[in-house]
C-alpha cells in the first residue's frame, strides 16, 4: 500500500484552530516525529486514510501534495 511514500522529520503542517462564531483560522505548526508523505492512488488506500483519525495518525502539509502519515500508523508490508 502506498507505493509513492516518502520519509519526513518533524514537518511544518496545517492546523485549523477555531474562534468563534463559525470563524477559524489556519496555523503553521511543527508535527514532532516521523512522517511519510503518499499521495493515495486507490480506493483501498483513500478508504485506509478515511479511518485515521486527524492530528493524531495524519496531518495536511503546508506545502506539496498527499497527506504525512504517522510511522505508527502506517501499514506495514
Given at each position: 500500500?502506498?507505493?509513492?511514500?516518502?520519509?519526513?522529520?518533524?514537518?511544518?503542517?496545517?492546523?485549523?484552530?477555531?474562534?468563534?462564531?463559525?470563524?477559524?483560522?489556519y496555523r503553521q505548526l511543527i508535527?514532532?516525529?516521523l512522517?511519510?508523505?503518499?499521495?493515495?492512488?486507490?480506493?483501498?488506500?483513500?478508504?485506509?486514510i478515511r479511518l485515521?483519525?486527524?492530528g493524531l495518525t495524519y496531518e495536511v502539509p503546508v506545502d506539496g501534495d498527499g497527506l504525512l502519515i504517522a510511522y505508527k500508523a502506517m501499514p506495514r508490508k
Open positions: 500500500m502506498f507505493s509513492q511514500r516518502q520519509i519526513i522529520e518533524n514537518p511544518v503542517v496545517l492546523r485549523r484552530e477555531d474562534l468563534f462564531e463559525n470563524k477559524f483560522v508535527a514532532r516525529g512522517f511519510f508523505r503518499v499521495i493515495p492512488s486507490t480506493w483501498k488506500e483513500i478508504s485506509y485515521l483519525e486527524k
